[in-house]
């Protein structure tokens, strides 16, 4: 079989070369975090629910157990240990605790596995339902379930190795040791959606992943797979960015990639996958960099999910004496947290300690100067100025017109604006204030429509109350007539002489 032809590359708008700032965290091959004491597994899902824990306080779960069934078709939670379940929470966050014990690789009772299934001669939707089962979510940040991704047919697939914010590395270590779980995972969603292509792109400037990648789509790709270098420019991990570079085709606006036949998955979640169904394995660990000037040693880590920032900085060697603020994320898009007893999720990627003199200096606000910028720099085409002018302005419907529900917050308008205007940070809340505005909207909405039904019924009621009194009211007229037509026949009857 011939191997699939290269595809042209383009270009997307906007996006900014960065400073990768990777090499610290390549140096050295995946570590295995050891486990700490406790774990503190999520139980939020993608969309804001959460999944229903399946155990009681007090239990004992083996390492893979389901232990949280997510509602509708969402990801299962399981757990990362044997362990004990010591607390079940709901606040802050919905957390199972668990309490770790001793376990033996080699004891088959410390651990539970799915049945392995072929991955190409099993049916489709048995595939399917493993992926789901096995908890399989987007492992590039976004998290949403991998099993509804792969529920609608697409003719493309690919497979997102562009890992192109700075510091984060944790796809580049995936990449460079475990290639061929990704290639034989990209094979094994594509006859799951029906892609006639799957196209691998890895970053330009990951040299050493790009190698590992060719070997892996020779030894075994079957002609299937074609990679792909593309350019190192921020944002192109964003879905959108990497289908335009790809293809040169734009996803409409409010729409999805399936809506013109693309499936993304990132290069983690196809190893995942490949993983549930070939090795019986749940989603119980992921790869994850710790990275910046206030680490000892940075690195990328396989971490069970539930594992305390804390206890990963420590295999990191700890803090350094620069460290100024902790984030989950990268630099452009992470998000600050006030303490490390934050746990490691199954979206968490990247966390990052910087240095003070890492973190881009408050300076005052000051007036927008329409320089354009911001736009120029916009990768989804937007125009920011006037987004953040509708927004000051209380005119959320008009910002929700112009597209503020496209910003990927990603961050580039806040890094070239001259005026230091936080417009990120700005979109970001106008997004919430209409989640608001249109949550409070639907509950009047159905507010009314209870207070309507329920004249309606009671109007109905009275109706029907007044038919049935009416009914008796007629049949009691009835009566009284036939008694007053039987008294005067009676008053007309002649006396009976019965002397």
């Known amino acids: 079989m011939s191997a699939p032809s ?105 651990e539970w596995r799915m049945p392995a299934l072929d991955p190409w001669q099993a049916a489709p939707n048995a595939l399917l339902e493993r992926i789901r089962a096995a908890g399989i979510v987007g492992l590039g940040g976004a998290g949403f379930p991998a099993a509804e991704k792969l529920s609608v047919r697409s003719a493309l697939l690919i497979l997102n190795g562009a890992e192109c914010e700075p510091s984060i590395a944790c796809d580049d ?10 290639v034989l995972g990209g094979r094994l969603l594509a006859r799951l959606v029906g892609a006639e292509r799957i196209l691998l792109a890895v970053e330009d400037a990951m040299p050493q992943a790009s190698a590992a990648c060719a070997a892996a789509v020779a030894r075994v790709g079957e002609g299937q797979v074609t990679l792909v270098a593309v350019p190192t420019v921020y944002p192109e991990g964003g879905e959108r960015q990497l289908i335009e570079v790809l293809t040169g085709r734009e996803v409409p606006r409010g729409g999805l990639p399936r809506d013109i036949g693309v499936l993304v998955h990132n290069v983690a979640t196809a190893a995942a996958a490949w993983r549930a169904v070939v090795h019986g394995e749940a989603l ?48 452009m898009m992470g998000i600050a947290q006030p303490d490390d007893s934050v746990a490691i999720g199954k979206q968490t990627n990247c966390v990052l300690v910087l240095a003070a003199e890492e973190i881009r200096d408050a300076a005052e606000e000051m007036p927008c100067i329409r320089c354009g910028d911001c736009a120029r720099a916009c990768p989804a085409r937007l125009q920011p100025q006037q987004l953040l002018w509708h927004i000051r302005a209380q005119r959320l419907d008009r910002s929700e017109a112009e597209g503020v529900f496209d910003c990927i917050e990603c961050g580039c308008c806040d890094l070239v604006c001259p005026s230091h205007i936080p417009l990120t940070e700005q979109f970001r809340q106008a997004k919430t204030d209409i989640r608001i505005v249109a949550h409070k909207r639907a509950d009047a909405d159905a507010a009314r429509e209870r207070y309507e039904r329920r004249n309606q019924r009671l109007q109905r009621e009275s109706d029907e109350r007044a038919l049935r009194e009416a009914e008796r009211a007629k049949q009691a007229s009835s009566g009284d007539a036939i008694a007053a037509a039987l008294a005067r026949a009676k008053a007309k009857r002649p006396p009976r002489d019965d002397a």
Request: net charge positive; hydrophobic share 40%; charged share 15%.
């Open 173 to 182: 270590a995936l990449l460079r040791e475990r290639a061929e779980d990704v």
């Open 284 to 331: 119980t660990h992921r790869v994850v960099t710790v990275a910046g000037s206030g680490v000892m040693q940075p690195g990328n880590f396989q971490v069970a999910i539930g594992t305390s920032v804390a206890h990963l900085i420590a295999q990191a060697g700890g803090y350094s004496a620069r460290a100024a603020r902790l984030l989950l994320g990268g630099p």
């Open 6 to 110: 290269v595809p042209v590359l383009h270009t997307f708008h906007g996006g900014l070369r960065l400073d990768g700032r990777k090499e610290a965290s390549t140096s050295r091959p995946i570590q295995a975090c050891p486990l700490p004491a406790t774990l503190q597994v999520p139980l939020g899902l993608h969309g804001g629910e959460a999944a229903d824990p399946c155990v009681a306080v007090g239990d004992t779960v083996r390492r893979g157990q389901r232990i949280a069934v997510a509602p509708g078709r969402g990801a299962d939670i399981h757990a990362p240990a044997r362990a004990q379940v010591s607390a079940i929470g709901l606040h802050p966050e919905p957390q199972i605790h668990l309490s770790c014990l001793p376990s033996s690789a080699s004891d088959p009772q410390d």
